[in-house]
């Protein structure tokens, strides 16, 4: 019989390539949030696929900053260091219309990595043959891939390519989790991200990376009709009084806006109805700050 293969295989690049995309596209889930902003992901995210004879751990983590301005984004660069550090696999990702330079302190890390490494070439949808040849070229000059494979997360373009060359670069091991768990983190984190994600599509400027969405209540029970019903309380905290006053809107017409949009979302992801109710919170400069910044889990 074939062995058991297992591993971790961590996604890794600059913010707003793709990342997210392409691990919800390889898990064939709808794990990570996706919005057209940088800095969209702000933690590490697990995605598991298991199959009979094999199990891949994907780490889905934040775009690296190159200065951050603020602790929390340092925070997030931790986690990014951490994914250099602890995978079997590294899919390094860049886009089409991406353009490094020579001298980029991640060509250097990818340089000094001993594990497999894959460069995808994302996007491959928006370039012309020639770029894209172009672009592969310079990256295999300069690091030594074990595999650069174009494609396009968006449209699954080559994905299931990449997939089977994973799984051939796959060691020997076990699963390291059941079966049939997906992540390993908690269902209220997904509920917090969905929401995030709404604030992210639906706000402007500085107001998506102000906002920290954490739930307070998390609630299952049954409607008048005995239908089951999720009644959840969420938390909003924004860095400074002005931005709750743009969050809540007129009259708060545009925290209505937003709370309906992130329910629909929320009752087609947990397929249930829900009943949301939101709260704004001022922490000032919660994202310089070390205690919030823990109790928000940026460790
Ligand atoms: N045209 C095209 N767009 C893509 C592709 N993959 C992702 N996108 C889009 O690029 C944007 C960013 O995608 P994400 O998956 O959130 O990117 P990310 O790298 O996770 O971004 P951060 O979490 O901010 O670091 C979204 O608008 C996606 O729809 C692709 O293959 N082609
Ligand atoms: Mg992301």
């Known amino acids: 019989m074939e062995q058991h293969k297992s591993g971790f295989v961590n996604i ?8 997210s995309t392409l691990m919800n596209a390889l898990v064939g889930e709808r794990m990570s949030i996706i919005t057209a902003k940088p800095q969209t992901t702000r933690h590490r995210i697990t995605g598991i696929l298991s ?6 751990v994907f780490s889905d ?35 089409v219309e991406e353009q490094y330079d020579e001298n980029d302190p991640v060509i250097a890390q990818l340089k000094k990595l001993s594990m497999p490494r894959f460069l995808v070439l994302n996007k491959t949808d928006l370039a012309t043959p020639e770029r894209i040849l172009e672009l592969l070229k310079w990256w295999s000059e300069r ?3 074990d595999e650069c ?27 390291y989790y059941p079966k049939d768990q997906l992540t390993d983190r908690p269902e209220r984190f997904f509920v917090a991200e969905i929401i995030r994600e709404k604030i992210l599509e639906l706000y402007q400027q500085e107001i998506p990376y102000s906002v920290e969405v954490a739930i307070e209540a998390f609630v299952e029970t049954k409607t008048k009709e005995g239908k089951p019903l999720v009644r959840i309380q969420a938390q909003i905290y924004v860095a400074r009084q002005s931005q709750k006053i743009i969050l809540l809107g007129r009259q708060g017409s545009a925290i209505k806006r937003m709370g309906t949009s992130a329910r629909k979302s929320l009752e087609a992801w947990l397929e249930k109805k829900v009943f ?6 001022v922490r000032e400069n919660w994202r310089d700050d070390e205690l919030q910044l823990k109790r928000f889990g940026y460790e």
């Open 143 to 145: 690091v030594p891939f």
């Open 61 to 95: 983590t934040p775009g690296i900053i190159e200065s951050p301005a603020y602790k929390m984004q340092e925070a997030m660069n931790r986690f990014v260091n951490s994914a250099f550090e602890d995978a079997d696999i590294l899919l390094f990702v860049t886009g």
């Open 12 to 19: 890794i690049g600059r913010p707003n390539v793709g990342k």
């Open 276 to 281: 949301l109710e939101l709260h704004v919170k």
């Open 51 to 56: 199959g009979e004879d094999f199990q891949m």
């Open 149 to 175: 494979i174009p494609a396009s997360a968006l449209k699954k373009r080559n994905t299931e390519e990449l997939m089977q060359t994973l799984r051939k670069y796959l060691p020997e091991g076990p699963a």
